[in-house]
């Protein structure tokens, strides 16, 4: 079953505003990742925070991570159109030598110009 | 940044063939690939882990005589789906991980999409 869920499935917001994206998990994790998908392409890599982390910082991006919640935030500032894609956060669990990734159901961001 | 290819970037074929998807990290070695299954507006299923040299793990409900897998080297994986049938339409994606400071990265490929007719 998926680990990861977010909320809201769908968002649209206007070219400037902040977009905020929210995913709760049920297990323990190692690490929490967010991923970018454009329509029909493959997976960008956008943050990764760690289960010791608590606020990570990656240019407009800004990714919370509450273990005791078991809950992650992903708020993209000053939004632009090009920012239009599916996001998806996955949970990372490493026993050993292996880990292995979950994802949730995504988020539909739109950005109108 | 670390790279994965993939390859066709589509297919579409009839039903009753087998198709190969190529999978190759092209900087770096990737002992562990991952495959992966979306359907349209759906979240990405794991379907199997393959580490070089061994046989591959795969998910509850992943048919292992369907959806051949190997992991001859430590760049190349192929996924190959066996009388593939119309409900095996899908993007498949694969990720490659490589182990970096403790934590593992996983790069994704940009998928293929196969349809089948």
């Known amino acids: 079953s998926q680990q990861g869920e977010e909320d809201p499935q769908a968002l649209s917001i206007q070219e400037g505003e902040n977009a905020t994206m929210n995913c709760s998990y049920k297990t323990s994790i190692n690490n929490l990742q967010w991923y970018r998908q454009n329509s029909g392409r493959g997976l960008v890599h956008l943050i990764l925070i760690r289960s010791n982390e608590r606020e990570k910082h990656s240019g407009r991006l800004r990714v919370t991570l509450d273990t005791s919640k078991k809950s992650s935030s992903l708020l993209i500032t000053a939004s632009r159109a090009a920012d239009t894609a599916s996001y998806f956060c996955a949970t990372a669990l490493v026993t050993g030598a292996n880990s292995k990734l979950t994802f949730g159901k995504g988020i539909t961001l739109s950005v109108r110009p | 940044g670390a790279v994965v290819s993939q390859h066709p970037s589509w297919v579409i074929c009839k039903s009753g063939t087998s198709v190969k998807i190529e999978c190759r990290s092209l900087d770096f070695q990737a002992t562990t690939m991952f495959w992966y299954r979306q359907f349209p507006k759906q979240s990405l299923m794991l379907m199997a882990t393959s580490n070089e040299g061994s046989k591959a793990t795969y998910e509850q409900g992943v048919e292992k005589d369907k959806f051949l897998i190997n992991h001859a080297s430590l760049t190349l994986s192929t996924l190959t789906v066996t009388s593939a049938h119309p409900e095996d339409s899908s993007f498949y994606i694969c990720?490659?991980?490589?182990?970096?400071?403790?934590?593992?990265?996983?790069?994704f490929g940009p998928g293929t999409r196969l349809t089948v007719t």
């Open positions: 990720s490659a991980r490589e182990v970096q400071l403790g934590v593992y990265e996983q790069y």
